[in-house]
C-alpha cells in the first residue's frame, strides 16, 4: 500500500531535549517536504527536498534540521525544542510539485 | 512566499445542498491544488487544475480557475455528511514550494 508514515504520532516533551521525527514513504518520489500546521493559520512549509541530499528552507525553517540521506527517508529534527514549536506536523510526497501530495497522518508535539 | 485565502472560513450546509468556496492568491502560479482533511487527519489530494486550464471536474466535485482574477473555487454537489472536513487550496507559485490557505471548514448537517 502507497504511503507515507510518520512517527511518533504524538509526543510530550521538555524544552532543550532534542527530538527527531521520522518520515518515510514507499512510493519513490523525490520530493518531500514537512508542514506545521496551526490553528488559523493553515500549513506552512518548514522544509523541502527535490531529491538526495537536495534540501532547502520553507517558510518557518527557524530551529528545524532536515536531511535526506536516502530517497524514502527525510527525517525532521528539533535540535533544542521550545514552546513556540508545539504544533501537528505533516510529511508529504510526490514525484514532483506539480503532482498530488501524499500526506502522512501527523505528529502532535507539545513542548514544554 | 505567498498563501492562498479561502473564503469563507467556516460554512454549514444541510445535506444534498450545495457547497462552494473560493480560494485568492496573489502573484502567478504553475498550478492551484485542493485538499481535505478530515479532523486533524493528513491532507487528501481533491484536485489539481494547471494554470492554462479554467474547469475540472472529479465525481461531485468541480473546480474552476480564473488567473485574470487570481482566483479558484471548489464547489461539492448533492453534499453528503461524509463531505464533513476542512479544505485547503494550494498554490505551485514558481519558487519549489506549495502554499498552503487557512482553509474552509465545512459542516454538512444531516
Known amino acids: 500500500e502507497a504511503q507515507v508514515t510518520q512517527n511518533p504520532r504524538y509526543l510530550i516533551t521538555v524544552t532543550g531535549k532534542k527530538l527527531t521525527v521520522t518520515c518515510s514513504q514507499n512510493?519513490?518520489?523525490?520530493?518531500m517536504s514537512w508542514y506545521r500546521q496551526d490553528p488559523g493559520l493553515g500549513l506552512r512549509q518548514i522544509y523541502y527536498s527535490m531529491n538526495v541530499e537536495v534540501t532547502d528552507k520553507g517558510d518557518v525553517p527557524e530551529g528545524y534540521k532536515v536531511s535526506r540521506k536516502e530517497k524514502r527517508n527525510f527525517p525532521l529534527i528539533l535540535e533544542s525544542p521550545s514552546p513556540n514549536q508545539t504544533s501537528l506536523y505533516f510529511c508529504?510526497?510526490?514525484?514532483?510539485?506539480?503532482?498530488?501530495?501524499?500526506f502522512g497522518d501527523g505528529t502532535r508535539l507539545s513542548i514544554l | 512566499s505567498q498563501q492562498g485565502e479561502e473564503d469563507p472560513q467556516a460554512l454549514s450546509i444541510q445535506e444534498g445542498e450545495n457547497a462552494t468556496m473560493n480560494c485568492s492568491y496573489k502573484t502567478s502560479i504553475n498550478n492551484l491544488q485542493w485538499y481535505r482533511q478530515n479532523s486533524g487527519r493528513g491532507l487528501v489530494h481533491l484536485i489539481l487544475i494547471r494554470s492554462n486550464e479554467r474547469e475540472k471536474h472529479s465525481g461531485r466535485l468541480r473546480v474552476t480557475l480564473d488567473t485574470s482574477k487570481k482566483s479558484s473555487s471548489l464547489l461539492i454537489t448533492a453534499s453528503r455528511a461524509a463531505d464533513t472536513a476542512s479544505y485547503f487550496c494550494a498554490t505551485d507559485d514558481h519558487d519549489y514550494k506549495l502554499s498552503f490557505g487557512a482553509g474552509t471548514t465545512v459542516t454538512v448537517r444531516a
Open positions: 508529504a510526497s510526490s514525484h514532483r510539485l506539480d503532482q498530488p501530495q501524499h
Open positions: 512510493m519513490n518520489h523525490e520530493y
